[in-house]
């Protein structure tokens, strides 16, 4: 029902800044939760940050709350992570994904699409 391009991925040092995006197509972009999420080699796949349908709830995992920031804009079916004081463990593909919900809440499980990923590589 819905398919995510991520793009703005890669090479930044530590402390740096990348701001990364997720194209969605459909036209019903605002039926969907949105989140990002991150695997790093060797790794199982973490939840990132998550936004709510209308983009009025966030939510964001603790290693990355008070760096991170995520946005939406549904006119253009887009969603950004813009990424600060990045940090070596910050390396990983960071993945898009969305989920169809009834509510205005922030979901941090049970996404079913996904984009296709995109490097990020923080250097020490």
């Known amino acids: 029902q819905v398919q995510l391009v991520e793009s703005g991925g890669g090479l930044v040092q530590a402390g740096g800044s990348l701001r990364l995006s997720c194209a969605a197509s459909?036209?019903?972009?605002?039926?969907?939760?949105m989140a990002w999420f991150r695997q790093a080699p060797g790794k199982e796949r973490e939840f990132v940050s998550a936004?709510?349908?209308?983009?009025?709830?966030?939510d964001y995992a603790d290693s990355v709350k008070g760096r991170f920031t995520i946005s939406r804009d549904n006119a253009k079916n887009t969603v950004d992570l813009q990424m600060s004081s990045l940090k070596p463990e910050d390396t990983a593909v960071y993945y898009c994904?969305?989920?169809?919900?009834?509510?205005?809440?922030?979901?941090?499980?049970?996404?079913?699409?996904w984009g296709q990923g995109t490097q990020v590589t923080v250097s020490s």
């Open positions: 459909g036209r019903t972009f605002s039926i969907y939760a």
């Open positions: 994904a969305a989920r169809q919900t009834l509510l205005e809440i922030t979901m941090t499980t049970g996404y079913t699409y």
């Open positions: 936004i709510s349908r209308s983009g009025g709830s966030t």
